[in-house]
């Protein structure tokens, strides 16, 4: 599957936890590749101690991350991942944010269609 951000095809590629090793090394069940432009995320179903979640979880968990990555891609195609790099927290590239975009974006669009402003 690809996804246009801002103009650049991005690949969103599912793995399986044992097909990347930067799942395990990072500690991440995601990531977006702004070089190679290509958003990775786990299959759930496969992550390391979510064996036993229910699939609904798994599923919304999932997404959640996509939403996530996508939002770090938007960001990265914007310019924005490096020039806000400070020591420890830059704004882009702080983890709190992009889960709040991550999280608020669907409400956020859905109040601009409802005042039909998009
Ligand atoms: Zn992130």
Redesign the pocket.
Known sequence: MEVNILGTQYKIIVKNYDEDEAFARRSIDG??DSYKKEIVVCDMNTYKGWEHEDEETKVICQKQTLR??IT?AFLSESGLADSSATFDCGWA?N?EM??WIALQGIKIYNAWRQADCI
């Open positions: 990531y977006c996530h990555e770090h590239k983890e992009v889960d």
